[in-house]
């Protein structure tokens, strides 16, 4: 099936509110990761801090800082979660595509889901192979420069 007719199917069975959040997650977060918005929170956290001796460094003054830190942090971590959700998914299925359209192993498609006991495992057999992998290609070269020496 095409990703384009998927992805049709998917926005019309898709609640409305998911498809806004998607949206709006995705916008907020490159928003938030911007050298501009960086900017601004710095200028805001500069002019609240030039103006402490004005409100005498009160509670509420410390107060105002303090709950719209709080606020804005507490929302992003929803927002980047939901981005980074939706971009490790696109990734794994990019990656399993990959992985299933080469003469890579079938195996690795999914293993996302696996323990962590189970990963550290795949990943030192891997390491493992691609030791074997190393030293065969350095017999190969110690071979051939052999060779050459001869010749």
Sequence with gaps: MQ???????????AS?????FAKFATMTAHFAGSPATFLVSLLV?????ASGPFFGYSETW???????TTI????????????????????QTKLDELIRSSA???????IERLTDAELEELHAHCESAAQRSHSALERTRA??????GRS
């Design 3 to 13: 990703a384009a007719a998927i992805r049709e199917r998917s926005l019309t069975q």
């Design 16 to 20: 409305w509110f998911n498809a806004t």
């Design 45 to 49: 956290v500069v002019g609240w801090a």
């Design 62 to 68: 410390q107060l105002v800082i303090n709950t719209g």
């Design 72 to 91: 804005v942090t507490f929302l992003m971590v929803f927002v980047i979660q939901n981005t980074q959700n939706r971009d490790g998914a696109a990734v």
């Design 104 to 110: 890579a192993e079938d195996e690795f498609m999914g």
């Design 143 to 148: 071979e051939r420069e052999a060779r050459r």
